[in-house]
C-alpha cells in the first residue's frame, strides 16, 4: 500500500456542491437551452474546432517564421487569438455537457421556461409585445428571446395569462399585464 493509497484533501480544498457556504463549481451549473440553442452550440465549437484551430495554428507558424519571438507583435497577436478560442471551446464543451433541453409544450397555463409570452407595459402604456423565455444562453433582445435570469423574464415566470407583474429592471419600476401565455 503506498502512502497515496489513504491520502485525502483536506474539507476546504473539496470543491463545494452549491450547498452550503461555499460558491457552486462551474461544472455543475446548467445550461438550458431549446433544441435550436443546443443546435447553435454545437455548430460553433465544430467551427472553432475544424476551421479557427487551423487558421490559428496557419497564422502561428507564419509568425514563427519570421525570427525574434520576443519583439514579434503577430506572434503575440496570434498567441491571444489562440487562447481565445481554446477558452472559448472549453465553455462551449462546459455548456454542451451540462446542457438540458427546456421542453416544448403544446398548452401552458403557466410562464415557463421556453413559454412565448405577450405583455403591455402598463407604465409606458406601450403596444404589446411577444416574448420567449429562455436560458441565458441564448438570450437574443433583438429575437424577444429573453432569460429567465432577466429582470423580465424572472418577474413573467410563474405567472397567469391576466395577471399584472411588478418589475424592478435598472430603468426603474415597471408593470406589465399579461395578456397571453403560449
Do not use: C, W
Not at 451540462?98 to 405583455?119: D, P
Not at 429573453?146 to 411588478?166: H, Q, Y
Request: glycine share 8%; no cysteine; proline share 4%.
Amino acid at each position: 500500500m503506498s502512502d497515496m493509497d489513504d491520502f485525502t484533501l483536506p474539507e476546504d480544498a473539496l470543491p463545494s456542491s452549491g450547498t452550503g457556504t461555499g460558491t457552486p463549481v462551474g461544472d455543475d451549473e446548467q445550461t438550458l437551452v431549446t433544441r435550436e440553442g443546443l443546435k447553435k452550440l454545437q455548430d460553433e465549437l465544430d467551427h472553432l474546432k475544424k476551421t479557427r484551430r487551423q487558421e490559428v495554428a496557419q497564422r502561428l507558424k507564419e509568425a514563427i517564421s519570421y525570427g525574434d519571438l520576443s519583439e514579434n507583435s503577430e506572434y503575440e497577436e496570434a498567441k491571444n487569438e489562440q487562447a481565445f478560442v481554446e477558452g472559448r471551446v472549453l465553455e462551449l464543451e462546459r455548456k454542451i455537457k451540462n446542457s438540458k433541453i427546456i421542453a416544448e409544450k403544446t398548452a401552458h397555463k403557466t410562464v415557463e421556461i421556453g413559454s412565448t409570452v405577450t405583455v403591455r407595459n402598463k407604465t409606458t402604456r406601450e403596444e404589446p409585445e411577444s416574448y420567449t423565455i429562455v436560458g441565458a444562453t441564448e438570450a437574443d433582445p433583438v429575437e424577444n428571446k429573453i432569460s429567465n435570469e432577466s429582470p423580465l423574464g424572472k418577474a413573467f415566470l410563474s405567472k397567469r395569462t391576466g395577471d399584472s407583474v411588478d418589475v424592478i429592471a435598472p430603468g426603474g419600476m415597471f408593470k406589465y399585464e399579461i395578456l397571453k401565455v403560449a
